[in-house]
């Protein structure tokens, strides 16, 4: 059974003196200079040319005193290098900030510019417990850039994670949710011989289609366009990897798709979850995970980040056995103690052997 223990990791930070909170609340500068520097394209002007501040400044038509204590600021973030009154671009700034590089991740840098907007008016949505916005419809530009989004923040960790997570002789996994398929790309190309499929909505599935034309494990990968919140999941998986939804629905909405993901599991199969758990028998830490459930207020109706130990719960109410933690190396997760599976009773799938000799992957009844 789980016990919120397994993670006794988890940092605590509490503010209590008057100073503390004072550094607290003036937290908001440097990412403010961090962000204007993003809206002025100054990462992508400097590209990796050394200027001076005069001709920077004219190039971005920018005051030369603003530019001035801008950069010096950028400068002594690291995100910049200074000598004298000439600046040049950080190995970051040169690469993931630079438009004009292939490692560019523009996309994940534009949502989080959008939220600074959105976080100001948070007391509208803790007066109304409703998101920001609730009556306008998502529009499909909004959902092909934010599965571009998701893309950026991912490209990176999707690899890691993936290489840390056995499938044993799993034949098929269903990325619910999968939005731009990073990860099923990152799970196809660690295991040669499995088959994904990305389960999502039509602008996101559009997005992931571009992205998988350009890998050569896209071509095992397929697609499934859908609303899992409302609808049953086609087909039968040895594995359901569940990343970054369960904080988008209320407990009794994650419970209903924990219901549709166990139909949709061979017997054998594993649902794997990566989210913002909460491990601590308050429900308050890790405190990214706490502060997670601010956007879900904003952004969802009825989201949340939620305790490793009531997603158990509902897990097993589900009718999943072995819930358990699966670990994954510090510095390679997305979120502190972020990964856990749970398996539907029966054997594993596992490897049966052709008429020829050969061995073929099937799934054990
Ligand atoms: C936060 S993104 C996570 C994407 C990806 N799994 C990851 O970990 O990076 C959530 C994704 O779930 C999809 N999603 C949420 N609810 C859904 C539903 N009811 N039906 C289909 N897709 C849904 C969204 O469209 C989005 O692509």
Do not use: Q
């Given at each position: 059974m789980v016990s919120s223990s397994n993670w006794g990791c988890c940092v605590k930070s509490r503010l209590a003196t008057f100073d503390e909170f004072r550094d607290a609340i003036s937290g908001y500068r440097l990412p403010r200079v961090l962000l204007a520097a993003l809206e002025v394209d100054l990462f992508t002007v400097i590209g990796d040319r050394a200027w001076t501040l005069t001709t920077l400044a004219k190039k971005l038509k920018l005051s030369e005193r603003g530019l001035n204590i801008l950069c010096r600021n950028l400068a002594s973030a690291g995100v910049l290098h200074k000598r004298g009154c000439v600046y040049r671009n950080s190995r970051l700034g040169a690469t993931?900030?630079?438009?004009?590089?292939?490692?560019?991740?523009g996309d994940y840098l534009n949502l989080i510019r959008s939220h600074w907007a959105d976080w100001i008016r948070l007391v509208e949505s803790v007066r109304s417990g409703l998101p920001l916005d609730h009556d306008v419809p998502d529009s499909q530009d909004h959902r092909r850039q934010f599965t571009w989004a998701m893309h950026h923040r991912t490209l990176e960790i999707a690899p890691a994670i993936t290489a840390q997570l056995h499938l044993g002789q799993a034949q098929t996994l269903l990325d619910l949710g999968?939005?731009?398929g990073t990860y099923a790309l990152a799970f196809l190309t660690k295991n040669p011989r499995l088959r994904a499929t990305v389960c999502d909505r039509e602008p996101a599935l559009e997005v992931a289609k571009e992205i998988a034309s350009?890998?050569?494990?896209?071509?095992?990968l397929s697609y499934i366009p859908l609303d899992f919140s409302k609808e049953s999941i086609p087909g039968t998986y040895d594995v359901i990897w569940y990343s970054n939804?369960?904080?988008?629905?209320s407990p009794k909405e994650n419970q209903a798709i924990f219901r549709r993901a166990r139909t949709a599991l061979n017997p054998g199969g594993r649902l794997i979850i990566q989210d913002a758990f909460l491990h601590d028998h308050e429900g308050l830490y890790p405190s990214e995970s706490s502060l997670f459930a601010v956007s879900m207020l904003l952004f969802t109706e009825q989201g949340n980040t939620y305790t490793a130990s009531e997603t158990a719960k509902w897990l097993k109410q589900a009718g999943?056995?072995?819930?358990k933690p699966v670990p994954i190396r510090k510095g390679t997760?997305?979120?502190?103690?972020g990964i856990w599976e749970a398996s539907v009773p029966g054997p594993r799938p596992r490897m049966i052997a052709t008429q020829k000799g050969s061995s073929k992957n099937r799934t054990a009844r």
């Open positions: 993931a900030l630079n438009a004009n590089h292939p490692a560019y991740r999968g939005g731009p350009t890998h050569k494990a896209g071509r095992r939804v369960l904080h988008l629905y999943f056995v072995g819930i997760e997305d979120w502190e103690g």
